[in-house]
């Protein structure tokens, strides 16, 4: 079955810092991949995500993530966390097919993100 | 505005008591699905729809009840709420399922069930 990790339930960083939100997926092939942002009290925002191509996606509010097949990662990163970047990030993959997965996302378990002023 | 909309956004409920959370998207999309989020648990499915009057189950459906009468509309109904049930509930939609369509989520709804 395929499943979601983020290994870190909560990362603290300060602001101005770099970041790096690790996300692994065990999948039978590669599957399409996506970062949500979730801010308290909101939905989920699509932040990136990847489908094919160049394995350095860019995505909104300066962020970006990484396909490694041999890793089975897609980490998101950005340069300079800001304030308002406190938030819980979802990693997810959706199946490339059809069938009994059609068009299910199998989200990580999110990782909570607190800036530091 | 594009949006996924939920009502209620909160609701307090006793355990037996039927309740119907709603949920509509005005973007004409075909997918439409149902996920609840649970500390440490991250978002399940519970159902989807690929389109009106066909649904199934996701990977928690258990205790839920969907249905598709008309494209935009795609409520969740409890026929008998326990509270193993009080949880964070998403709707979302797409317009297509293949997956590489984006998703888009609704405010969520915060169910507490006593």
């Known amino acids: 079955a395929q499943s979601v990790t983020q290994p870190d339930i909560h990362i603290t960083v300060s602001e101005g810092a770099s970041l790096e939100l690790r996300c692994n997926y065990s999948?039978?092939?590669?599957?399409?991949l996506f970062w949500y942002v979730q801010s308290p009290g909101q939905g989920l925002q699509l932040l990136l995500k990847?489908?094919?191509?160049?394995?350095l996606v860019q995505g909104i509010k300066g962020f970006e993530a990484e396909f490694k097949r041999s890793q089975s990662s897609f980490n998101l990163r950005k340069p300079s966390v800001h304030w308002s970047d406190a938030a819980e990030y979802f990693c997810a993959v959706g199946p490339r097919a059809g069938g009994t997965s059609y068009g299910k996302l199998t989200f990580g378990q999110g990782t909570i993100l607190t800036v530091h002023p | 505005e594009a949006q996924v909309t939920q009502n209620p956004r909160y609701l307090i409920t006793v355990t037996g008591k039927k309740l119907t959370v709603t949920c509509s998207q005005n973007?004409?999309?075909?997918?439409m699905s149902w996920y609840r989020q649970d500390p440490g648990l991250g978002l399940r499915q519970i159902y989807y729809?690929?389109?009106?009057?066909?649904?199934d189950k996701g990977d928690v459906p258990e205790g839920y009840k969907v249905s598709r009468k008309e494209k935009r509309n795609f409520p969740l109904i409890l026929e008998s709420p326990s509270p193993n049930q009080t949880s964070l509930y998403f709707c979302?939609?797409?317009?297509?399922?293949?997956?590489?369509?984006?998703?888009?989520f609704g405010p969520g709804t915060r169910l507490l069930v006593l």
């Open positions: 729809s690929m389109n009106v009057e066909v649904t």
């Open positions: 990847y489908f094919s191509g160049d394995t």
């Open positions: 999948y039978g092939a590669t599957p399409y």
């Open positions: 979302a939609s797409s317009l297509g399922g293949r997956g590489r369509e984006t998703q888009y």
């Open positions: 973007m004409n999309h075909e997918y």
